[in-house]
């Protein structure tokens, strides 16, 4: 009900979006002067109970990270979304990229928790949206929603009733002020930072649950356990994957955004060589799938991961997986896509490596 944003592309198409369609079911909606003055009026919706909204790129995502900082500690659930292009800075405006993954997880300074999504299609954007607020509310945190240029960009079909379903099992939305979803983590920040009328202490600062700072070792350490083991002792719930052809493999494509649709589509490409291709989809990044990824890197001869970046996440995958496998990273930074017929070639000849091994 409440959006905050300043144009950038290639997300501009969201805010324009949500300027006509926000007023029409009585929410707001504000151009800031910019990114910082958007995630600081987020964060003020957010502490009246209202649940609000941001979209941007990399630049800007940039210049939101302080305020995202702010709001992991004052507990303030908000959705950002970042559709990303080629950087740094100013970069490609217009090309697709992934380079934001690591930003997504680490761009705020000191230790903190974060939740990440990635969109690899517009069903994708409209379900994982719909997760992305539920997840705000029910963790009381920001939580990104990754996208690219390509998926920023584009037109397709798909069945309204998939996002209905998933709308319709995805919990309670209620979002008044002072209001406790009914699954609400007693890990979370307790309800003193929603539109209490008792008008609450809000503060950046380490905090006790009354809202006012504290300043000794013990409590610190607890306040910030707190915030880590609020979403690290949820991960079954907050890994969101789908593994294609699961068992049948000798490797797995491990993919995430357009990267996925490609994955995908080398998949079939694979199967009518007679190639064993599993693919591991992921459409949660952070906190990491440790489970998934370990269990497929038991089974398989190596682990593909290709990424429009120097190779972000297959340093993840690595960590998780090498003990058992070996991870490969397949990386463009080009401003284009990883094609299904390249990461198909690339799977072709790794095959015949080991095999000759």
């Not at 990229?97 to 990440?116: K, L």
Request: contains cysteine; charged residues 20%; glycine residues 8%.
């Amino acid at each position: 009900r409440f959006f905050a944003g300043y144009p950038i592309t290639p997300s501009s198409e969201i805010m324009e979006t949500m300027s006509d369609e926000l007023p029409r079911v009585g929410g707001a909606f504000v151009q800031m002067e910019d990114e910082i003055g958007s995630i600081c009026a987020c964060i003020g919706a957010s502490l009246t109970g209202e649940l609000a909204m941001t979209c941007t790129s990399g630049p800007g995502f940039s210049l939101m990270q302080e305020g995202l900082g702010y709001a992991i500690v004052a507990g303030a659930p908000l959705v950002v979304v970042d559709v990303m292009r080629v950087g740094p800075s100013t970069g490609r405006p217009t090309a697709p990229s992934q380079g934001d993954v690591m930003q997504a997880r680490w761009g705020t300074h000191g230790d903190h928790p974060a939740i990440v999504l990635a969109a690899s299609n517009v069903a994708d954007m409209y379900r994982l949206t719909v997760a992305a607020v539920r997840l705000a509310q029910r963790f009381r945190t920001p939580v990104t929603l990754l996208a690219d240029e390509v998926v920023g960009h584009m037109r397709e079909n798909f069945s309204p009733e998939l996002v209905w379903r998933y709308l319709l099992t995805s919990g309670d939305f209620d979002f008044t002020p002072g209001y406790v979803h009914p699954n609400w983590v007693p890990e979370a920040e307790p309800p003193h930072v929603l539109g209490n009328p008792s008008h609450p202490h809000i503060t950046g600062l380490f905090h006790d649950d009354s809202g006012f700072p504290i300043n000794d070792a013990a409590r610190s350490e607890r306040f910030l356990s707190r915030l880590y083991d609020k979403v690290g002792n949820h991960r079954d719930e907050l890994c969101l994957y789908d593994l294609k052809n699961e068992g049948k493999g000798r490797v797995c494509i491990v993919a995430y955004g357009s990267c996925a649709r490609s994955a995908r589509a080398a998949l079939r490409l694979a199967q009518e060589e007679g190639l064993s291709v599993e693919v591991l989809h992921l459409y949660t990044l952070f906190p990491l799938p440790v489970e998934i990824i370990q269990s497929v890197a038991r089974r398989v001869d190596f682990m593909l991961v290709p990424e429009m970046n120097l190779g972000q996440y297959a340093r993840e995958v690595r960590r998780l997986a090498e003990k058992w496998t070996s991870v490969i990273s397949m990386n463009k930074v080009d401003g284009t896509l990883i094609s299904p017929q390249e990461i198909l070639e690339r799977i072709t000849e790794l095959v015949g490596k080991y095999e000759r091994v």
